[in-house]
């Protein structure tokens, strides 16, 4: 059964425009959520933990229980910003499962 | 420091052939994590190592997978008899004992021709 799912393989956006990244999660306990990043011919690399309830690089993820969502949100795009994106959950234990991920392509 | 390191980065090999791909955590990190990285297919979780034991083993797709790790540090992810759906890139990465923030290496990618 799919934990994590993200519905978009690409999303495309012009520079300056607002982004959102859909993550939905699939998880009877209380969930810990992570966002990946992994930028060109980069190691994938930790963004952020809704735990920490931080804003890296601009973005920000709010944990939506009823709508067990997560989604990534930057108000304004930047050309750097073009990566792979993947959602994370975290199982029992610390098995931590991913979403299929989503490219984001900023266009200038 | 040394970041996670794994070894080949790039592995061709038949179909029918074993592969052994190695991993190296970074030093003091007792949780150790194989994923496999494929097109459309994201990240597939395949094992992981608290210290030297596999408490789930649950995402090694079949008995062809087999992966092991000593001294609480160097993982070996071996694959017998590969076939070609094996090709991807192989991804390990490690984290500090209670925590699932993890570093990753480079990858390997193997394909099988």
């Known amino acids: 059964a799919q934990r994590v799912t993200q519905p978009e393989k690409l999303l495309s956006v012009f520079k300056g425009a607002p982004v959102e990244l859909k993550c939905n999660y699939s998880y009877s306990g209380s969930p810990e959520l992570f966002w990946y990043v992994q930028y060109s011919r980069q190691r994938l690399q930790l963004l952020l933990r809704?735990?920490s309830r931080e804003s890296i690089k601009g973005f920000t993820a709010d944990l939506n229980k009823g709508e067990t969502s997560f989604h990534l949100k930057k108000p304004f795009a930047q050309e750097e910003d073009s990566a792979m994106y993947y959602c994370a959950l975290v199982e029992y234990g610390n098995k931590l499962v991913f979403g299929a991920g989503t490219i984001l392509r900023v266009k200038s | 420091g040394a970041g996670v390191s794994q070894s080949p980065s790039n592995k061709v090999t038949e179909k029918g052939k074993d592969v052994e791909l190695r991993c190296d955590p970074i030093?003091?990190?007792?949780?150790l994590y194989w994923y496999r990285q494929s097109l459309g297919q994201g990240l597939e979780f395949l094992i992981y190592?608290?210290?030297?034991?596999?408490?789930?083993k649950s995402g090694l797709p079949s008995d062809r997978f087999s992966a092991e790790r000593t001294g609480g540090s160097v993982s070996t992810l071996t694959i017998q008899r590969t076939q070609q759906e094996d090709s991807a890139v192989y991804l390990c990465?490690?984290?500090?004992?209670?925590?699932?923030?993890?570093?990753f290496g480079p990858g390997t990618r193997l394909t099988v021709t």
């Open positions: 190592f608290q210290g030297n034991s596999a408490p789930d």
């Open positions: 809704h735990i």
């Open positions: 030093s003091g990190h007792t949780a």
């Open positions: 990465a490690s984290s500090l004992p209670g925590t699932v923030w993890l570093y």
